[in-house]
């Protein structure tokens, strides 16, 4: 998400939950646009030491998946985070470090499948209960869930559930998501679904998500159809992060006649528009691994990269540390010299906030 990110359908369901958290999800949405608005002028400013809070927090509940997903660090066994799980301990020596009064929204899942963790909805709660919005994308392949968990969901405040689905027939879905079930998917979506509203609930928005691509293009209109039939949301993904000798055979056909297969690295800061970055995650979001680690970014899978720990080091030493410092300059400045010091940020191909050669500072 980007600044005023937050949706204005979001804004109105802070009217429409109970009064204590009704209150507390409209101070932090104020507040929340006000960092904001404070990191995109600090980005643009090229601020290294910022004054901005974090908004969003992207926890892991855990590196762990069912799936074997063509071009994810988990489902292809390539990366090396850790396969451990976010525990009910490690969580209790995070939040005395968290920065709660700047939260707005908390994603639970990043590189594994989130719903394999057995105390995720108590996670859940525990952001729900002081008016963090909280966001799951799962890929809801796992097993066949029964009503007690989809209560159990519905019922510990989750504001989004996104479902990666990627397709509209087990071919397409199977293409990409591989070891996958698409039937046991639309059970899944579609047994949440009734459970929300038969406890009658406004949470959790539900949404059937495809990243368009090559394989799947022809499917559009019958994956919107079969979401419409499931009572959920269509939410229709066209960038897609392909790794680069498989792009021509991934990328979608109106996605190639439009950008091409290439990668761009380079945004125009001078734009009135926020920056549409991963990079910008150093200015508004804290990324936690599932045993505290603090990282620059979502994209981030190495453990030797950690910033810090979150367990262990206060969140005020870690936001402006000397390395977080180092890889916002790198991020901003295409003429920086490498970190001396493991990162992701070198390679990465998203490094794309570096804008100042193109204003020619």
């Known amino acids: 998400m980007s600044l005023m990110r937050i949706p204005g359908r979001a804004y109105r369901l802070l009217f429409r939950t109970g009064r ?33 809070r974090p908004v969003y927090l992207i926890l892991d509940p855990g590196p762990i998946c069912n799936l074997r997903c063509r071009f994810c660090r988990t489902g292809t066994g390539t990366g090396s985070l850790a396969k ?11 939040v005395p470090n968290l920065p709660l009064d700047s939260l707005f929204e908390a994603s639970l899942f990043n590189w594994g499948e989130p719903l394999l963790n057995p105390n995720l909805t108590e996670y859940i709660r525990f952001f729900a209960d002081r008016g963090i919005q909280t966001v799951v994308h799962a890929n809801f392949s796992a097993r066949d869930y029964d009503d007690a968990y989809w209560e159990a969901l519905v019922r510990s405040g989750l504001h989004h559930f996104v479902a990666s689905v990627d397709g509209a027939s087990q071919e397409t ?11 046991r998917v639309l059970r899944n979506i579609g047994g949440l679904a009734r459970t929300r509203n038969r406890l009658g609930s406004e949470t959790p928005r539900i949404s059937y998500k495809m990243i368009l691509n090559r394989i799947n293009q022809h499917e559009e209109e019958k994956a919107r159809e079969l979401a419409g039939r499931l009572g959920v949301e269509f939410w229709l993904q066209e960038d897609f992060g392909i ?20 990668q761009t690295t380079a945004v125009d800061m001078s734009a009135q528009s926020p ?7 150093m200015w508004d979001t804290l990324v936690l691994s599932a045993n505290g680690d603090v990282r620059a970014c979502c994209q981030v899978h190495s453990p030797g990269c950690a910033l810090g720990n979150l367990t262990r080091e206060p969140f005020e030493d870690l936001w402006n540390s000397a390395k977080m410092q180092y890889l916002r300059r790198f991020a901003l400045d295409a003429q920086a010299a490498p970190p001396d010091f ?10 794309n906030a570096t804008f100042r050669k193109e204003r020619g500072a």
């Open 20 to 52: 204590r958290q009704r209150i507390q999800s409209y101070l932090r949405y104020r507040n929340a646009q006000r960092q904001l608005a404070l990191a995109e002028s600090e980005m643009r400013d090229g601020k290294t030491v910022v004054r901005a």
């Open 84 to 94: 451990e799980l976010l525990t009910p301990d490690t969580f209790a020596r995070l």
């Open 173 to 183: 879905y199977g293409a990409y998501r591989v070891g996958g079930d698409f039937e």
């Open 243 to 262: 790794l680069e000798p498989f792009r021509d055979e991934w990328t979608a056909d109106r996605i190639r006649e439009k950008y091409g297969t290439g």
């Open 275 to 281: 920056v549409s970055t991963e990079c910008r995650q």
């Open 342 to 351: 493991e990162n992701w940020c070198v390679t990465c191909p998203l490094r």
